[in-house]
């Protein structure tokens, strides 16, 4: 249909009161609790090679920040206490990049977790882009740890791709898919599974995840002989970096109003918040990779930090709503693992 | 006054002010066609609508439907080449009318 956008009078309020999450959960009936703690997502450096439009979390090859040996052992002893967290997800930054990335991993993997990921491809050849330090053996690493790799490649195109991640970033993708090809990732019957993600290349919503994956499948095996297991279609959060492009090119309101419109309580339902806490560098607690960048703690009544982790706690806890959790609840809805309807 | 703002496609329904029976039975019809899948995609009908929109050269259209092809997954190579279709359609319009002028020439004894 003719998409109708919402214009606000000149006299609107603010958007924290525009844009009111709980108030839209509340009137729809709704409660958020969380229901487990399935998963801990811990995001150990802001370091990348890579500095996306899109990204959340602002990442660069200048920033610095790393999570240490302690914390990061400190997390391993979370995992290993608490059978009920049964997946780790690793991601940053390019998380390749900390120096305690191969031992979180292996540790992990020796504790029976599944281990995943978020691998941006392109790392493996750009290697440090402090120290210079190479990363070549990273297909082979993942492959020998079984390690789920998770890695975003915005279109099957390298004009979108390039355009929000950088010139290049396409073809060095493809290269790097092919290493991981070449290990056995993708291939029904070896275990090895590598997952893409595809976020809009724009202020606008991603395609049914389904069609998108058909087409990802079908181009990268006809053009390029790469294979994949599933496509993850991922909303573009209205915070940091995307935000300011929102803000620049005057869409802002509009793209809010599109997440609004298309608010899902089906979606609302499946939040990855309700089934995750995420782990800072510094080892404060969040509910969600988002509410991280946004600094946006857990404090009410329960652990702050993954040195004071209790389970028991956190599945009590009220989890944090705000304007940019519209994002999630769009649609299909949004997480790190795709569709949440 | 301003002709042809961007805003104004939110104050469509608007028109329904008067015969209001009338533009909810359009709004009935519009939305059966091009909001569901049917023997055509969600994406084929996307394109379909933005060709005729720029071939009518709606404004208020070539906003909408070039939003609604990103967000049924086209690309704009596909979009660009559906409105090569809408050109090529027009020239070739313009042009089979040349028979008529031809028609016309022989009548006169030119041809």
Redesign the interface.
């Known amino acids: 249909?003719?998409?109708?956008?919402?214009?606000q009078p000149a006299s609107a309020p603010p958007c924290s009161q525009r844009y009111d999450f709980p108030t839209v959960i509340e009137r729809h009936r709704m409660r958020l609790p969380p229901v487990s703690v399935e998963t801990l997502q811990v995001n150990i450096t802001k370091l990348c090679n890579q500095a996306c439009h899109h990204c959340h979390v602002d990442a660069s090859p200048k920033r610095t920040e790393q999570m240490d040996h302690r914390t990061i052992d400190r997390c391993l002893e979370v995992l290993a206490a608490n059978p009920a967290v049964k997946n780790l997800d690793i991601t940053g930054g390019a998380p390749e990049l900390n120096p305690h990335f191969d031992h979180l991993v292996t540790s992990a993997c020796k504790l029976g977790k599944h281990v995943m990921v978020r691998h941006n491809l392109t790392v493996t050849f750009d290697g440090n882009p402090q120290t210079g330090e190479s990363k070549r053996y990273l297909p082979e690493f993942f492959a020998r740890n079984q390690v789920e790799v998770i890695s975003s490649l915005p279109?099957y195109?390298e004009?979108?791709t390039d355009k929000q991640r950088g010139k290049g970033v396409f073809q060095k993708s493809l290269e790097s898919m092919r290493l991981l090809n070449r290990q056995g990732y993708g291939e029904e019957g070896t275990g090895l599974v590598i997952n893409l993600v595809y976020n809009?290349v724009?202020a606008?919503?991603?395609?049914?995840q389904k069609?998108?994956e058909q087409?990802f499948k079908r181009e990268l095996v006809s053009r390029h002989g790469l294979v994949f297991n599933q496509l993850y279609a991922i909303t573009n959060m209205p915070i940091h970096r995307f935000k300011d492009f929102l803000e620049r090119s005057g869409n802002y309101d509009d793209y809010m109003t599109r997440l609004i419109n298309a608010f899902n309580p089906q979606a609302a339902l499946g939040v990855m918040c309700r089934s995750l806490v995420s782990v800072g560098y510094d080892g404060r607690l969040y509910d969600c990779d988002f509410n991280q960048m946004l600094e946006m703690q857990i404090t009410n009544g329960t652990a702050r930090t993954i040195f004071d982790f209790n389970l028991k706690e956190l599945l009590s806890r009220e989890i944090l709503f705000a304007s940019h959790c519209f994002g999630c609840t769009a649609g299909a809805g949004s997480g790190c693992g795709g569709n949440t309807a | 006054m301003q002709y042809y703002e961007s805003k104004d496609l939110g104050r469509f329904a608007e028109v329904g002010k008067f015969q209001g029976r009338l533009m909810d039975q359009f709004f009935s019809y519009y939305n059966a066609v091009t909001s569901a899948e049917g023997a055509l995609s969600k994406r084929e009908k996307a394109l379909i609508a933005l060709a005729i929109a720029h071939f009518q050269q709606c404004p208020y259209c070539i906003d909408a439907y070039t939003t609604q092809c990103l967000e049924t997954g086209s690309n704009p190579d596909q979009m660009t080449e559906a409105i090569h279709v809408a050109a090529a359609m027009a020239a070739g319009m313009t042009l089979v009318h040349g028979v008529q002028m031809h028609n016309v020439l022989k009548q006169q004894g030119a041809l």
């Open positions: 249909m003719l998409d109708l956008p919402i214009h279109y195109q004009f979108f809009p724009g606008f919503l991603p395609a049914s069609s998108l087409d």
